[in-house]
């Protein structure tokens, strides 16, 4: 075992260990016993109610406007009251939202949360019939939305009975029947002291849709008591991961910058909801949030906010860190750099460490289901294995299993299951999927990986994604990571083309940097030489426009398969 391993996990069994301030226990939810956090409270709202005590710091920074704590929590706290005496919502509830990255959608969170009631956060880049689809699956009895969402789906919300709250609307979906005035509700009841409400451990806290890359998306439920040990566990894995860097602690104190983070992806996902927001409401971090993505719009906001964090998807990072503007601006703030989802491309560590002074990168695994949290690592870590996904987390159990649910040795990969009291309670109204993907507390995450032999995990790939060709197993993660190598290459993505003599080949879409070529007998050459013959993609195609995306920056690998396999 490598010695940072070892340090990680001594700093681990220094805060949860009998006695220490993040003891672990085993504890009972849901009728399967799970390992857990012996001080976390049965349900999220303490730990939410403790951020009021960063008051008068600015939380919320908006196209220059300003929020403290303190004015989100009176906000909040006055739409609690708003939801229960005005619309009769309470526990067990369904609450929607339906909009863009607002400070309002941060609020109405707040509110719903101390209401009682489950929030679900729909797809704001959703068509109507998938903002309908949601509202009508979760039996949502209230919609918070903007205007555009809400004049989108307004007529569907009559014929289904939904009231509406509006925020940032104009006069005339303010005077339609059953909208009612975000700012009016929060004015009458300002003031009013937070409900008091009677909610347990085992009731919904959050309703995350999946992303529906094939089939309808589902409403996964986590319960109060799973997404407090999930935030919880952030805080005891941050901890464990200063406690074994400290040097690039001391040149973060060194810096001198109160911590601040970019919101720039959807708070309807987990990377937004969970990685920014509902971390920063704990840790007293200013949020910077954005309209929309603009690579150079992000890097002024870093000089002009003194930002020290950024939690983006690959691509975005990439683009931000590859921006000209970036060498010309003061980014001497930047601290923690990272991007989420699965394994950061080693190229953008590499990127990271060149490009930001005294870095300290981090990522990372985690899923809906697992409200956040796998694996993860930060700093020295992720320079020694910067393929890897990091380390098991302390409430987390991992398994490698074949086809037929078998336990594989370490180190051989296979389809991971991951048990944990962090889990969803399941999928809404799907007892079909609840039954292929739930068994006895396991879930199927079905992302192929395994943990090597100094306890890191390793993602190879999504099973769905995986390449048979001839009998062999092609994993298309292995090769886009050479992709990268390539200077002139922006996004990669390998894909199954339908072959009759093999069964599939690989094909490969490659993005080219603007105003830049790619030899394609070069290119050819260069996967060559990393990879064994077979895996090289037998079709390769070139082009200018960005790789299809859903709002969770996952590549859409379906919608290219089926365009490139009439090519």
Request: overall charge negative.
């Amino acid at each position: 075992m490598s010695t940072i391993k070892q340090e990680y996990d001594a700093a681990i069994a220094q805060l949860c260990g009998a006695g220490a301030p993040f003891e672990l226990e085993r504890r009972l939810h849901g009728g399967r016993e799970y390992t857990a956090y012996k001080q976390v409270p049965d349900t999220v709202l303490p730990l939410l109610n403790e951020a009021r005590a960063h008051g008068d710091k600015d939380f919320l920074v908006y196209e220059g406007e300003r929020f403290t704590f303190a004015q989100v929590f009176a906000s909040a706290d006055a739409l609690a009251n708003a939801l229960k005496d005005d619309f009769g919502i309470g526990v067990g509830d369904r609450v929607a939202i339906a909009m863009r990255n607002y400070p309002e959608w941060i609020i109405g969170f707040l509110g719903i949360a101390l209401s009682g009631a489950a929030a679900v956060p729909l797809n704001s880049w959703g068509q109507r019939a998938e903002i309908e689809y949601g509202l009508t699956d979760s039996g949502a009895r209230l919609v918070l939305g903007d205007q555009q969402r809400l004049s989108l789906i307004y007529q569907g919300l009559e014929n289904l009975g939904i009231p509406a709250i509006a925020v940032r609307s104009e006069a005339e979906l303010l005077a339609r029947p059953g909208v009612y005035d975000y700012q009016k509700l929060v004015a009458t009841h300002a003031g009013k002291p937070v409900p008091v409400v009677d909610v347990s451990a085992e009731d919904m806290a959050i309703m995350l849709y999946t992303s529906g890359t094939t089939g309808k998306p589902k409403g996964a439920m986590t319960s109060q008591t799973a997404l407090a040990q999930g935030l919880y566990n952030f805080d005891v894995v941050g901890m464990a991961c200063a406690m074994t860097n400290p040097d690039s602690i001391q040149a973060m104190i060194a810096k001198g910058f109160e911590p601040a983070a970019l919101l720039a992806v959807p708070l309807f996902h987990l990377s937004g909801l969970h990685s920014v927001f509902l971390l920063s409401l704990r840790a007293g971090r200013k949020i910077v949030m954005m309209y929309k993505w603009d690579a150079e719009a992000a890097v002024a906001l870093v000089e002009q906010e003194r930002l020290t964090m950024l939690n983006l998807v690959p691509s975005m990072l990439q683009e931000m860190l590859s921006s000209p503007s970036f060498e010309r601006t003061d980014t001497s703030s930047l601290f923690n750099v990272g991007a989420g989802g699965a394994a950061t491309p080693p190229k953008l560590t590499a990127m990271i460490a060149e490009k930001v002074e005294n870095p300290f990168p981090g990522t990372g695994w985690g899923l809906t289901e697992t409200n956040s949290s796998v694996s993860s690592f930060t700093g020295k870590a992720i320079l020694h294995k910067p393929g890897s996904a990091g380390f098991l987390h302390p409430i987390m159990e991992l398994k490698a299993c074949d086809d037929e649910g078998r336990e594989l040795p370490q180190g051989e990969p296979g389809i991971l299951w991951v048990k944990t009291i962090s889990l969803i309670d399941g999928y809404w109204n799907r007892p079909d999927a609840n039954a292929a993907d739930f068994a006895d507390g396991w879930f199927n995450t079905g992302d192929i990986g395994y943990v090597d032999e100094e306890g890191f995990v390793f993602l190879s790939d999504r099973a769905k994604d995986l390449i048979i060709r001839g009998g062999e197993n092609i994993y298309p993660a292995e090769i886009e990571a050479i992709c990268y190598h390539h200077p002139s290459v922006r996004e990669a993505a390998v894909f199954a083309i339908p072959d009759d003599a093999l069964g599939e080949e690989a094909g490969a879409c490659i993005v080219v940097r603007k105003g830049q070529d790619i030899d394609e007998q070069e290119f050819r050459e260069l996967l060559g030489g990393q990879l064994a013959k077979f895996k090289v993609p037998r079709y390769i195609w070139f082009r200018s426009e960005p790789l299809p995306r859903n709002p969770a920056g996952k590549i859409l690998k379906k919608q290219l398969r089926e365009l490139y396999s009439k090519a």
